[in-house]
């Protein structure tokens, strides 16, 4: 049974910076892609970003594409998002999930192929 747990969410000023963590288990981790999604009060959940299984290729939200970097430790079985500069519309509670495959498929259909989901972390940045 795959188990996806986020953590290093809380609340931080604007312009400041978090490093959020989601540490998998059960599967092989390696084998898979990875990705960041976030839902704020009130809205639908949307792709903040997502990486392939080996970690080369990434890709990012136009709205967090500068300020976050996706990366992942595969002996450590865990992904991170560092999230820098970061601004009052950021505040949203943070999941990860895994994709069915090596790559991300989303696109037009952001959740597509994600297969598996945290329970998530809330990032809450004050003005």
């Known amino acids: 049974q795959v188990q996806l747990a986020e953590s290093g969410g809380g609340l931080v000023q604007a312009g400041g910076s978090l490093r959020l963590s989601c540490a998998a288990s059960g599967g092989t981790f390696s084998n898979y892609a990875m990705g960041w999604f976030r839902q704020a009060p009130g809205k639908e959940r949307e792709f903040v970003a997502a990486?392939?299984?080996?970690?080369?290729?990434?890709l990012y939200a136009d709205s967090v594409k500068g300020r976050c970097t996706i990366s992942r430790d595969n002996a450590k079985n865990t992904m991170y998002l560092q999230m820098n500069s970061l601004k009052p519309e950021d505040t949203a509670v943070y999941y990860c999930?895994?994709?069915?495959?090596?790559?991300?498929?989303?696109?037009?259909?952001?959740?597509?192929?994600?297969?598996?989901w945290g329970k998530g972390t809330l990032v809450t940045v004050s003005s």
């Open positions: 999930a895994r994709s069915r495959g090596g790559y991300y498929s989303g696109g037009a259909s952001p959740e597509y192929g994600m297969d598996y």
């Open positions: 990486i392939s299984w080996s970690g080369i290729g990434t």
